[in-house]
Structures are given as structure tokens and as C-alpha cells.
């Protein structure tokens, strides 16, 4: 057992040939995996040896780090122990280090120079929060080990939401250490009935994620994708420069030659009129891919070994009226401006598990720009990269059949010619209508396009319901809805349920459970297609209905938890 | 890339092809020096100069050995143009254009002179001309948007969803380059960040979309002239004349319209030049402040016009411009009335002096 931390940090430089940097010119390699390397290697000098109570303690330090705010009154070797967890944790965060440094204890400097590890200014914004943010991953391959431990230093600051693909089989694989919710096929069917969540299948499960998440931000990364390096070969703080992006002014209606102007370093440049450079609300960040860059089939087929290793150090803004293919590989939003027109739409007859197999981010791409064109938010491109990863054979893609690709031709005039009328104010109005347009529009050319129109105006139904507005309660139930399910659970839902909730032929899933609705079950029970009610932890009163007894199909019933003055009636049963 | 590169820097990275030596010709105004010519020499020794000496023309601007060349002075101007020579600034940079016109060369690649070689981050020298050429001889993408960048660039291409039919683009008729060090702000920004330097090499070569207008610098500029040329006039400025330093941009933005309007590319980006001299900000403001005032109403003109079906060349397109502009902006200011006709004057003085292109239309060579 060694008694100085010192020496045996100087057998780890050793071992792994860190040099301290002179002039910053080789910053700090936090890549977790090159860390991990080496403190595993540490593991034989570490005096505490899990478990024992000590040690659980420490992980438990680890997980409830955020809460902390002062480490000094801790014994030296114990804070060591502390940090080489927080390291290996991936939880090493700027304000996080700060603490360790403020105990001024000798030791941790000692550790901070061995380790060669720098405090790196990150561009995020210091007005978001983290609790502003989730992080969505469409999980289309069970095992998430390797993809959750490379975005570590990146992720575990942040709330994570996981959907599986309903498609796939197996057991998803996450490792610990995250604050996230798993979303899987019975959730999805749950929440919009089994016949919509076939809309949520492949790629298109990460909108359900979207679709659940109550937070301002989201951020979407394929799961084949993982942090990138910059020029200089820091790693790339995906999270935060899609943030940066989001939180600073777009410029849509004039092109600046210097690309963003509120970057450090840069301005308007001359020529440049001074109304227009508050800019406008940055509603979506899209960012690129270095290795495999997002190629279609033919694309890739014809260029095999074509890897992008172009690192361009510029964001910019996509103008106005301007289209473009937006990839969902790599892309943030602001969720509370532009949330409804992510959408699950169009679907390729021949979609698949690959992304050259698949449009539907493109078509809802050209949605979201023409709808931020024309309530006037911007779209920027550019940084920050990901490094996407070699997978599948996009010759073997090219035998199905190439809808994808022939479906872009009359796509791409369709959505440059559409104009929405001034009436549409809001994104949801936005969404309608471009729906409708579609249908007119497209709807003739290809069963595919009137399929696609139609669930954007159910998706826009959705949305309205999930979103956390609750007094919008009783004013979405005057819509028309053709959905079959209706969830809105564990929300502050306040108000009454509206008297023809049951009326409705289509609804088959209802559930309402964990508000706190208050009032009466509506009475007139006409519609019988009901499959499960759900109406338990509530606030309700006045008695249960008899005409439950009705619903043939009815295999749930929950009523518990509220405050019903007379017993289940009889014939329910 | 702090610094720019030295003549021996770019010998080393000058390559012995030197593309398009007999087909272009560079355009620099100058009322100083040509001392600047020396760092270039590796790259542009074996390309015609076209010298627009500004000022004093009794003065002597002695062009560097080696370089073979044609300079003009203002009497040379007023001698060749005749009446016609009042459409020709006095006393600005603006006066380059008359380089153009005189030129028989299909490009014209033009540069100021306290530009320098620029390093690309690995340290060696960029020759600018050779990546003007790369992008004026490779097609433009204006009707949508390539999130890679310049498609036809090493290393990249088209992504998923752009539609095939629009891949092989159109003919790139401007190639707009950017400058490291000194960055090209106007006098109120230059006066809030005096000390600010560009040190962002940008790897990027963009196509400007349809529909979008930009601010063009003059700087470090490249373009087809027998695709654009007429239209690449830099405006009233200078003595005489109430505003300067909007030469370039004026030129910029009708030259997009016109190539929105017949379908021609423009691009930005690479290739950078290391930019040397900061102009005094107290100086440039007296120029630009008219400027900075009235483009609030240009722009919007320019966003609004809409040029007939029947404009198919672009002469036609600038004489109707020209036409918009006296009816819409020659109520902000008289100068826009004698803008119009310089405006006009310029066709008349280019179709005089280059008679065969007067029926050019769109890529068509005469």
C-alpha cells in the first residue's frame, strides 16, 4: 500500500506518457475511454475496496454530486477516492472540479496535474439550466453500453428519455449512473393506443420521446453516433454547442459572410443592415457528422471508403425560404416553439433500420423550416459535429427499391412553392396546414404523401393533448379527434372531464390516472369501443356510473383512489 | 495563420500548373503601392495585371519586375471612356471597375493592395487564385441547401434527401473570398471592437441560395466575366459623391438579383487572404454613414425586385434595374437618380469596349 497519493500518480504519468501541456497546445484528453484505461489500472493501489459501507457511501457521493456544495470538511484520502470516482464516473463537470480545487487540499492539485486536466470554458449559456434539457435517444439496437459510456462526460449532467424501437426484440442494455426513463412498445401503446404506435416504429420512436418530455429543450443523437474531436482534438460538447445555438439569435433574412455573428471572434460584418441584426428566435440546431457522413444509398455505394473528415468551425444560419435535407442524426429544438412540427410522418413503404433507408426526417425537416419561415424563427447549421459510425452495407439497401430517393423530386418543389396563410399563427395552425396542403397537393400523386398528411393532423391532435397546458383540458376535447386513445397521465390535469369523453366511437384507451381532475364521470356512456378506462388517483366525486356495464370489450377499469360517494354498482361486473 | 505568409512560404506551396493563365486577368486598384505584389509573386506572376491607378495620375505607381501588365491612370480613363468617364469614381477603390470593363479575359479575379497570403491552419501559404478557379470551374447548388457544404469540394458530396435532378447545378458566375486578420466591419463596429482580428479559418466553400442577398467584399473577389461581367459595377463613390465604402456592396447585390434572376451561382467562402491594413474608423464612418442610413431602404428594394421574363441577358437585366432604381430609390435621394444613370452609362461604356458580348446571355461564350 502506498502512503503518498503523489507517487503513485507519477507511476500512472508513466504508464501512460501524459505530458503536461506548456502552452495548451495538446489540451486535456477527457476522453472517457482513454480515462477509464488508466484508472482501471489504478484499481490495485486503492486502499477502499468495494463493497463495504464506506465505499456504497462514496458511490452515493457520486450519484448526489450536483447536490453538494462544499467538500473541505472531507479526510484527504477519502476526497481522493472521491474524485478518482467522480472521474471515472464521467462526472468531472467544470463547476464540479471547482469544488475539489476550493478544498485547497495538495493531494487533489497534485492529481489535477498528473491527470493533465484542464478547465475547459464551455460555450453553454450560463442562464440554461440543466434541468431545461432532455436528452431523447431512439434506441434502435438493444445493447447501449458503449454509446451511454462514450456521452457520459457529456450526458449524465442531464435527464435522459430512451425510447426502444417497438420493433425490437431483445432486452435493452443501459449501463447505471444515468437519471433517465425508458420508454418501450407497451408504454407507446399506453399512452396512444395499439393501432398508433406503429407510427413510432424504426426511427420515428425517438418522436415519442419528444412527445412525452415536458422540458424546453430536447436533443436528439442517433445511437450509432458518438462524441466527435475537434482541430484541435478536444472533444466536442455536443450538448452545449446545440445549446449555444439555440439560445443566440439567428440571422435568416441576410446572409453574414462570417458566418454566426454572435460567435467569440466574429461580428456583422459591412453591408450589413443594422435592423436586421438582433436576429431572430433560434428554433432548431441541426449539426453534422465526421466519418460517416449522411449519405443516401446510391451515394454511398458509389463512394465506399469516403469518409468526412472535414472539420468546418462555423455555424450558420440556413435563410429564409431557403430548403434543405435536415438530418435527425444529429439535432436540437426548442421544443416549446417548435415541438409540434417534429413529426412522425411520412413512411417508405420499404423503411428500414438504416438510415439511408428512411425519409421521415427529412419530410419533417422540410415541415419545421417551412413553418419557422414563416413565423419567422431561424434554423441554423453547422457545429457541432458527431462522430458517426461505420454500419450496414448501403449496397444491400440499394436492392429494395429506391422510393426514398424518386419521392424527393416531387417533394422538394412541393414544399418550395407552399405558402401559409396569415391566419396560421401558431405552429400547431402552421402544422394543420401544411397538412392540408399535402393532402391537396400530394395526397394524388402517391398514396404515401396522403397517408403522411393524414398523420399530421392526428400527430397535431397528440400533441395538443400531451402538451402541459391544463387548461387547455376541456378546449382540446371540442376538437374532433380520430384518435383511439387518449392518455394524460401523471400531469397536474385539473377541471372536469368533459360530459361527452364517452361518446367518442373511436376512443378505445383512456387514461387520465394521477391528476387531479375533479368532479363527475360523465354519465352518458354511448360510445362502446372502450378497451380500458383508467380514471384511478384523482380527485373525482359523485358516483360511478351504471352504464360501465355496457362496455363489452372493457378489460380495465381502474377507479381507484378518489372520492366516490357510493359503492361499484352491481351490474359492473 | 496569425501571421501572413512569406514570399517563401508560398514558393513552396505554389504549384507549376498556374490553371486558366491566358483566360484571366487580375484587377488592382491601387493609389499607393504595389509592394504587396511581391508575397503574391509565386502565385500570380504568370497572370496579366490590369493596374486602375487611383488619384494623382501624374504620380508614378512602379509595379514590381517580372509582372506583365497594363495601367491605367485617370487620364487614361477619361482618354478611353470620353464623356462616358463620369461613370468611373474618383478617389475610391470603386474605380476598379473600369478594369473590368477593359479587360478581354474571361475571368477577372480582383484584390486590394494591403492584402496578403493568408496560412491555412497547418501553416502553409493559400494560394487564393487557385481556389477562386477551383470555384468559378466547379458548379454552384442555389436551389437547395447542401448541409455538407460545397458538394464538389474532396471528401464530400450531396446528403441524403437532396433530389438528384438538382445535382449537377448551375454555372458559378462569382467566387466570394474571405480575409483572416483583419476582419471587414463597418465604422461603428470597427469603433466598438478596434482590436478584434478574424483568427477563424472556416474550411468551407457555400453556395449563397437563391433568393438570398449578401454583403459582397471586393477585397478578394473572382468572377466570370462573360457570364456576370456587366453587371459588376461598383457604383458612384468617392469625390464628388455623398457616400463610399458601399461600392462593393452595391455591385454585390445586383449582381445577385441578376444571378438569381438567370440562374447563375454565387459562392462564399474559401479562399481566405490575410487582410493587413485596418482603415481609420473616424474616416470610413464620414463615408458610410449615408450608407448605413439608406441601406435599410436598398435592401428591401433589392429583396423586392422582380425582373421580367424577357431580361435574358444580362445587360438587359441591368438596364431594367437601373430603370427600378431611378422609380424606387430616387425618391430616398437625388444620388439615386444619377446613380441610375451612371448605371447606364456603364452598359453603353461596356457594350463599347466589348462589342461582341453585347448578345450574351447566360453561359453562352462570344
Not at chain 2, 211 to 231: E, K, V
Amino acid at each position: 500500500m502506498r502512503s503518498s497519493n503523489v507517487l503513485l500518480f507519477e507511476d500512472f504519468k508513466a504508464k501512460k506518457n501524459l505530458s503536461n501541456t506548456v502552452d495548451g497546445e495538446t489540451a486535456a484528453d477527457l476522453s472517457p475511454s482513454i480515462l477509464q484505461k488508466g484508472i482501471k489500472n489504478l484499481d490495485q493501489f486503492f486502499f477502499i475496496t468495494p463493497p463495504c459501507l464506506l465505499s456504497l457511501t462514496l458511490d452515493s457521493a457520486v450519484h448526489n454530486l450536483s447536490n453538494i456544495t462544499d467538500l473541505s470538511p472531507l479526510p484527504d484520502h477519502i476526497l481522493i477516492e472521491l474524485f478518482l470516482r467522480t472521474l471515472r464516473a464521467g462526472k468531472l463537470t467544470e463547476r464540479v472540479l471547482k469544488l475539489f480545487i476550493a478544498t485547497g487540499k495538495d493531494e487533489v492539485f497534485s492529481l489535477i496535474q498528473a491527470l493533465n486536466i484542464q478547465v475547459t470554458v464551455t460555450p453553454m449559456s450560463l442562464s440554461i439550466k440543466d434541468d431545461e434539457i432532455d436528452i431523447v435517444i431512439g434506441a434502435l439496437r438493444p445493447d447501449l453500453t458503449s454509446f451511454m459510456n462514450e456521452w457520459r462526460p457529456i450526458f449524465s449532467r442531464f435527464h435522459l428519455i430512451i425510447v426502444k424501437d417497438p420493433d425490437l426484440k431483445e432486452e435493452l442494455k443501459i449501463p447505471e449512473g444515468f437519471n433517465l426513463d425508458v420508454y418501450k412498445k407497451p408504454d407507446i401503446d399506453r399512452v396512444v393506443g395499439t393501432s398508433t404506435s406503429t407510427i413510432f416504429s424504426g426511427y420515428s420512436c425517438r418522436y415519442f420521446g419528444y412527445l412525452v418530455s415536458r422540458k424546453k429543450y430536447i436533443i436528439s443523437v442517433d445511437d450509432d453516433c458518438y462524441p466527435a474531436k475537434d482541430n484541435k482534438g478536444i472533444l466536442v460538447d455536443a450538448v452545449a454547442q446545440h445549446i449555444t445555438n439555440l439560445t443566440t439569435p439567428a440571422t435568416p433574412f441576410f446572409f453574414n459572410t462570417l458566418y454566426d455573428p454572435f460567435t467569440e471572434g466574429a461580428d456583422f460584418v459591412r453591408g450589413y443592415p443594422f435592423s436586421l441584426r438582433s436576429g431572430v428566435q433560434c428554433a432548431l440546431s441541426c449539426g453534422l457528422w465526421l466519418n460517416l457522413a449522411d449519405y443516401d444509398a446510391p451515394t454511398q455505394a458509389l463512394k465506399p471508403e469516403e469518409r468526412n473528415s472535414r472539420y468546418v468551425d462555423a455555424v450558420l444560419t440556413v435563410p429564409a425560404r431557403t430548403l434543405m435535407p435536415i438530418s435527425g442524426i444529429n439535432i436540437a429544438f426548442n421544443r416549446e416553439v417548435i415541438g409540434p412540427a417534429l413529426l412522425p410522418s411520412l413512411r417508405l413503404g420499404g423503411e428500414g433500420k438504416f438510415r439511408w433507408e428512411t425519409m421521415e426526417d427529412i419530410w419533417s425537416g422540410m415541415c419545421v423550416k417551412v413553418v419557422c419561415d414563416h413565423l419567422g424563427l431561424g434554423v441554423k447549421t453547422g457545429m457541432p459535429y458527431v462522430w458517426r459510425n461505420d454500419r450496414g452495407d448501403a449496397i444491400a439497401s440499394l436492392r429494395k427499391e429506391w422510393e426514398g430517393v424518386k419521392l424527393m423530386e416531387e417533394v422538394v418543389p412541393f414544399f418550395q412553392s407552399v405558402r401559409l396563410p396569415r391566419k396560421a399563427t401558431t405552429t400547431e395552425d402552421c402544422v394543420a396546414e401544411v397538412a392540408n396542403v399535402v393532402k391537396e397537393q400530394l395526397g394524388s400523386i402517391d398514396p404515401i404523401f396522403a397517408r403522411a398528411a393524414k398523420a399530421m393532423v392526428d400527430w397535431k391532435l397528440v400533441y395538443l393533448w400531451m402538451s402541459d397546458d391544463g387548461n387547455q383540458f376541456s378546449r382540446k376535447f371540442q376538437q374532433s379527434f380520430k384518435f383511439s386513445a387518449f392518455g394524460f397521465v401523471r400531469n397536474n390535469l385539473e377541471g372536469r372531464i368533459p360530459s361527452n369523453l364517452f361518446t367518442f366511437e373511436n376512443l378505445t384507451y383512456v387514461h387520465l390516472f394521477k391528476n387531479h381532475l375533479s368532479g363527475e364521470i360523465p354519465k352518458v356512456i354511448d360510445a362502446l369501443n372502450f378497451v380500458e378506462v383508467d380514471l384511478s388517483q384523482n380527485n373525482l366525486t359523485s358516483e360511478i356510473p351504471q352504464r360501465f356495464s355496457k362496455l363489452r370489450y372493457l378489460n380495465l377499469l381502474n377507479l381507484f383512489s378518489n372520492q366516490f360517494t357510493r359503492e361499484l354498482p352491481e351490474s359492473i361486473g | 495563420m496569425n501571421e501572413p505568409a512569406t514570399a517563401v512560404e508560398a514558393a513552396v506551396a505554389a504549384s507549376p500548373l498556374h490553371q486558366l493563365k491566358d483566360e484571366l486577368d487580375i484587377v488592382i486598384p491601387t493609389i499607393r503601392n504595389l509592394d504587396f505584389l511581391e508575397m503574391w509573386r509565386p502565385f500570380l506572376q504568370p497572370y496579366h495585371l490590369i493596374i486602375v491607378q487611383d488619384g494623382d495620375p501624374s504620380k508614378t505607381i512602379k509595379v514590381p519586375n517580372g509582372f506583365d501588365y497594363e495601367l491605367y491612370n485617370r487620364n487614361d480613363i477619361n482618354r478611353i471612356l470620353g464623356p462616358k468617364a463620369s461613370c468611373i469614381s474618383f478617389k475610391d477603390s470603386a474605380c476598379r471597375c473600369f478594369g473590368y470593363m477593359v479587360s478581354k479575359k474571361k475571368y477577372i479575379f480582383t484584390i486590394d493592395d494591403d492584402c496578403f497570403v493568408a496560412k491555412d491552419p497547418s501553416g502553409k501559404a493559400i494560394n487564393a487564385l487557385e481556389q477562386h478557379i477551383k470555384n468559378l470551374l466547379s458548379p454552384s447548388t442555389p436551389f437547395f441547401f447542401n448541409t455538407l457544404y460545397d458538394p464538389f469540394a474532396e471528401g464530400a458530396d450531396f446528403v441524403r434527401g437532396y433530389p438528384f435532378s438538382l445535382r449537377e447545378g448551375v454555372s458559378t458566375a462569382v467566387s466570394h473570398g474571405l480575409w483572416l486578420n483583419i476582419p471587414d466591419y463597418d465604422a461603428p463596429t470597427q469603433l466598438v471592437k478596434p482590436l478584434e482580428r478574424n483568427t477563424r479559418f472556416v474550411d468551407a466553400v457555400l453556395t449563397i441560395p437563391k433568393g438570398t442577398l449578401f454583403p459582397m467584399c471586393g477585397m478578394n473577389l473572382a468572377f466570370d466575366r462573360q457570364l456576370i461581367g456587366p453587371a459588376m459595377y461598383f457604383g458612384l463613390m468617392g469625390e464628388g459623391q455623398p457616400i463610399g465604402r458601399y461600392d462593393d456592396m452595391w455591385a454585390g447585390w445586383c449582381i445577385k438579383v441578376i444571378c438569381d434572376h438567370l440562374g447563375l451561382g454565387v459562392k462564399t467562402g474559401l479562399p481566405y487572404i490575410y487582410h493587413s491594413k485596418a482603415s481609420n474608423p473616424f474616416v470610413n464612418l464620414r463615408k458610410e454613414y449615408k450608407g448605413i442610413y439608406w441601406q435599410e431602404d436598398i435592401i428591401p428594394f433589392f429583396q423586392q425586385v422582380v425582373l421580367p421574363k424577357d431580361c435574358t441577358t444580362v445587360q438587359k437585366c441591368y438596364i431594367e434595374l437601373a430603370k427600378q432604381v431611378k422609380e424606387k430609390l430616387g425618391k430616398i435621394d437625388p444620388y439615386f437618380d444619377k446613380l441610375a444613370d451612371a448605371m447606364v452609362t456603364w452598359i453603353q461604356a461596356w457594350d463599347g469596349l466589348n462589342p461582341t458580348s453585347a448578345s450574351f446571355s447566360n453561359g453562352k461564350t462570344g
